[in-house]
């Protein structure tokens, strides 16, 4: 019947044409499909009434196994549900959302505009994995929420109330930092303000500080009073006592500056002053030119505002809160009686550990006449220190007899290099 042919390389394949008997087995194979096919159906469709209440009875199980499924599906679900709520508001809680109760009654509306919560223009932060930016504000502020909605009861966009006094009763309970306003500070005209050098021993003028809350009303009043051991007259620029301080030892207990700063072997350019007093360290220290904040709070003195006029930096801000400054950035921090917390030691340990945070390696710890009530709290405080490994450059023990027998530590101390 012919052929055809196909050249492949070096060959030839051959195609036959199809035989009268390979059509018939084709055709034979194509009924046995179609016959199988047809008995198939036949069987599903005429199966016996046994066979059909093994059919419903198997669905039945099915459609129960199913139902048994979806519960447990809903159930996990559920649980899901309830795990991400947890998470949600774990997270809320550690970052302060929910600070300060807003439900009680009273409480003012500037409170409650300030604390909302507002989303993030582009949703959940992927480094943070927070969804909400939320006010910064003290967790004890609910502890005081009396006093924190007084605080913040003002007209928005007017005048502020003088109330400074109530913001640092707020800070000494641990309300701390302390929301934001919306009104103008009461503004006190700041007359007879010289530049530097002068400013830094010229009286300050009465009339440029605020003495409302205070007892005294000027600053021969407060020259009268002992407000702290550091501070006897401190107010007094033209006092030769004052004029003195940290260039002319009174006792042994006494370092002058420009020793301190030699031990230092160079490189003092910033310090931090914990309980400064009206400022006279960060004066001596600006006279050769390094850079000293002085921290402080207002207590029975306008601290601040002093400390302000005479061109030095005064940082208000309570010793329980953490200090704003990043790690290893001061040559210098330097703290006398000040620095007692006055509580528990794990509570004055808290402190040294952010004095030394902030002190960078080979930098100097200045303790100045720092009192212990006696030989025990010495002996503590002794202990600490060397926790830290710092070494010993001065270190000079007193006893004040005209104080019952107080005992008074001075020293100078390096921060060692850890790694």
């Not at 010229?202 to 809350?213: E, H, L, M, Q, R």
Request: with cysteine.
């Amino acid at each position: 019947m012919g052929s055809v042919s196909l050249k492949i390389g070096d060959g030839t394949a051959r195609f036959r044409r199809a035989t009268l008997c390979s059509s018939a087995v084709n055709i034979l194979m194509l009924f046995s499909v179609l016959t199988t096919n047809l008995f198939a159906l036949y069987a599903f469709t005429s199966s016996s009434p046994k066979d059909q209440q093994h059919q419903h009875l198997l669905h039945h199980n099915t459609q129960k196994n199913m139902s048994l499924i979806s519960e447990q599906v809903s159930l996990i679900l559920r649980e899901i549900d309830s795990s991400q709520k947890k998470l949600a508001q774990m997270e809320k809680d550690l970052l302060g959302y929910g600070s300060v109760d807003l439900s009680r009654p009273n409480t003012a509306t500037e409170l409650k505009t300030f604390l909302q919560h507002h989303a993030l223009p582009l949703g959940k932060d992927s480094r943070t994995g927070i969804t909400e930016m939320v006010a910064s504000v003290g967790h004890l502020c609910d502890k005081s929420a009396e006093l924190l909605s007084q605080f913040m009861n003002y007209k928005a966009s007017g005048p502020c109330p003088d109330d400074w006094s109530l913001a640092q009763r707020l800070i000494l309970r641990g309300c701390e930092p302390l929301p934001r306003r919306r009104c103008f500070a009461k503004t006190v005209p700041k007359v007879g303000l010289t530049s530097l050098p002068l400013s830094l021993w010229k009286n300050v003028s009465a009339k440029s500080v605020t003495w409302s809350g205070l007892g005294c009303k000027n600053f021969e009043c407060l020259n009268s009073k002992k407000s702290s051991r550091e501070c006897v007259g401190c107010f007094d620029l033209g006092n030769v006592a004052e004029k003195q301080r940290f260039v002319k030892a009174r006792s042994k207990n006494d370092f002058v500056i420009d020793d301190v700063l030699a031990l230092g072997g160079g490189g003092m350019r910033v310090g931090f002053d914990i309980g400064g007093g009206s400022g006279t360290f960060a004066a001596r220290m600006a006279e050769r030119n390094v850079t000293v904040i002085t921290n402080t709070l207002n207590i029975d003195a306008p601290y601040s505002e002093f400390i302000a006029a005479r061109g030095l930096f005064p940082l208000f801000l309570s010793l329980d809160h953490r200090f704003p400054f990043y790690d290893n950035v001061f040559d210098l921090v330097h703290a006398a009686s000040g620095l007692d917390v006055g509580a528990k030691q794990e509570k004055f340990e808290f402190l040294m550990f952010d004095i030394d945070r902030i002190l960078r390696p080979g930098g100097l710890f200045w303790l100045d006449n720092f009192q212990c009530a006696d030989e025990e709290k010495k002996r503590d405080l002794t202990r600490l220190i060397e926790r830290f490994g710092y070494k010993k450059l001065k270190w000079v023990v007193g006893v004040d007899s005209s104080t019952s027998g107080s005992i008074y530590l001075s020293a100078v101390l390096q921060k060692p290099v850890r790694v």
